[in-house]
């Protein structure tokens, strides 16, 4: 079952800010969000995680609601550099995730197109 | 630098020809993975490694190997490839292979493109 809920893609100008929502109504008291992207044949790269507060990092902002059932990736000036699929992911400190120890569950993102 | 490192980055080979695609760490983590990843299918957990010697199976084990004998390396072995393994592979760790480590960030390796024909 899909914990998270992404558009499929969505666009953005070079260097204007990028939000990048996920839905995650099913989520738990012991769910962090976390989100990776995957520049075009590369790995999956991490970005930032949270749990209830804001977080930033020199990558990204990540918003998370206050009920938590939603949250927001925010690259703050679009650059070529940043197309790629974004992925949100639930990891829970608590038990698995129907999968095993560390499995990270991916998705099918947001594909993030960036024109000049 | 800090990296995963993987090898070959391609391979083409033929049904039943036994490989090993190699995976090294430089970073001292516990926690190894490997995944695939297939159009439409995302990407799949194979094997993961919690520490040395201690290995488990993923989401989709079947026609894989592992091992850990040392803490940087974590090959994937495959004993008798099928067409159906042909896939990008991808190596990945992170710092600690606890309950807590779920909090870590993984690293991931650029990846194998592997073709069974």
């Known amino acids: 079952d899909a914990k998270t809920t992404q558009p499929n893609s969505m666009e953005s100008n070079e260097e204007e800010p990028v939000h990048l929502p996920c839905n995650h109504s099913?989520?738990?008291?012991?769910?962090?969000i976390h989100w990776y992207r995957q520049l075009p044949s590369q790995g999956p790269e991490y970005v930032i995680h949270?749990?209830?507060s804001n977080v930033n990092n020199r990558m990204a902002s990540l918003a998370i609601a206050e009920d938590r059932k939603s949250s927001t990736l925010i690259l703050h000036r679009a650059t070529l550099r940043d197309a790629a699929v974004y992925y949100c992911i639930l990891r829970d400190v608590g038990g698995n995730y129907g999968g095993s120890q560390g499995n990270l569950i991916f998705g099918k993102g947001t594909k993030l197109s960036v024109k000049p | 630098e800090a990296q995963v490192t993987q090898n070959p980055r391609y391979l083409i080979t033929v049904t039943g020809k036994k490989l090993t695609v190699t995976c090294s760490q430089n970073m001292n983590h516990e926690y190894m993975s490997w995944y695939r990843q297939d159009p439409g299918l995302g990407l799949r957990q194979i094997y993961y490694s919690m520490n040395v010697e201690v290995t488990d199976k993923g989401d989709v084990p079947e026609g894989y190997k592992v091992s850990r004998k040392e803490k940087r390396n974590f090959p994937l072995i495959l004993e008798s490839p099928s067409p159906n393994q042909t896939s990008l592979y991808f190596c990945?760790?992170?710092?600690?292979?606890?309950?807590?480590?779920?909090?870590?960030?993984?690293?991931f390796g650029p990846g194998t493109r592997l073709t069974v024909t």
């Open positions: 990945a760790s992170s710092l600690r292979g606890s309950r807590q480590g779920r909090l870590d960030e993984q690293y």
């Open positions: 949270g749990l209830t």
């Open positions: 099913t989520i738990s008291g012991t769910d962090y």
